[in-house]
């Protein structure tokens, strides 16, 4: 069965205290790997696709990285307004079905002050 | 441009009211179109996926039903809401070489 975990469920950082967000999956025909920043009550907002392990992305204090388990995204001295819930999604082909989304159920990340 | 827009933003149905969420999408031909249903502080439950007019497959059993009347548009509904139908409702629109995923700016729904 395909599966999406992200961990840990929620975290707490200081500002400028950098961590990393797992993101694990077993799927076959994985056509991308996603990570999403959701604000509360906002549809999600797009950070990364990774396709291949081995692959990195940036955008500002986040690095995104993919194998073929997993995908962390890291976070370097985080600040207040990094505070979000990161989902992972991943898109597997499936034929003349076209393609499926599965999300993980998030990390909420809270940076204090 | 691609954008995809969902109406309403917000609505308070009673229980055994009618639905009606309305996604359409811009700057696209035949896209492959999602709903999605995300509970509070929960990831998102895919509903719905349609690749084509008429063309709808459905993930999980419940209470809703989905329609896709014209190539860019995808209208969520049912006959007669439950509470358990309440949610953040949130509709995809996944490019054919499967790399960019835009999100409607979503409908929050409360039954009561």
């Known amino acids: 069965e395909d599966q999406v975990t992200q961990s840990p469920e929620a975290l707490r950082l200081q500002e400028g205290e950098s961590s990393s967000l797992n993101c694990s999956y077993t799927v076959s025909g994985l056509r991308g790997l996603f990570w999403y920043r959701q604000d509360p009550g906002k549809g999600p907002e797009f950070l990364f696709t990774l396709y291949s392990a081995g692959e990195e992305k940036e955008k500002e204090r986040l690095k995104a990285t993919l194998t073929k388990k997993e995908s962390f995204l890291h976070i370097t001295a985080p600040k207040p307004e990094d505070s979000a819930t990161y989902l992972c999604?991943?898109?597997?082909?499936?034929?003349?079905?076209?393609?499926?989304?599965?999300f993980g159920e998030g990390t909420q990340l809270t940076v204090n002050p | 441009s691609q954008t995809i827009h969902q109406w309403p933003a917000t609505l308070v149905q009673p229980v055994g009211s009618p639905l009606s969420l309305e996604c359409t999408v811009e700057?696209?031909?035949?896209?492959?179109l999602y709903w999605y249903r995300q509970a509070a502080g929960r990831g998102l439950q895919l509903l719905f996926y349609?690749?084509?007019?008429?063309?709808i497959s459905s993930e999980v059993p419940q209470n809703l039903s989905a329609s896709r009347p014209q190539d860019r548009q995808f209208i969520l509904s049912s006959k007669k809401l439950l509470l358990s139908d309440s949610g953040f409702y949130l509709c995809?629109?996944?490019?054919?070489?499967?790399?960019?995923?835009?999100f409607g700016e979503g409908s929050w729904l409360t039954v009561v």
């Open positions: 349609s690749v084509g007019i008429g063309q």
């Open positions: 995809a629109w996944v490019s054919p070489a499967g790399n960019t995923i835009y």
């Open positions: 999604a991943v898109n597997m082909y499936r034929g003349t079905s076209g393609s499926r989304l599965t």
């Open positions: 700057g696209t031909s035949n896209p492959n």
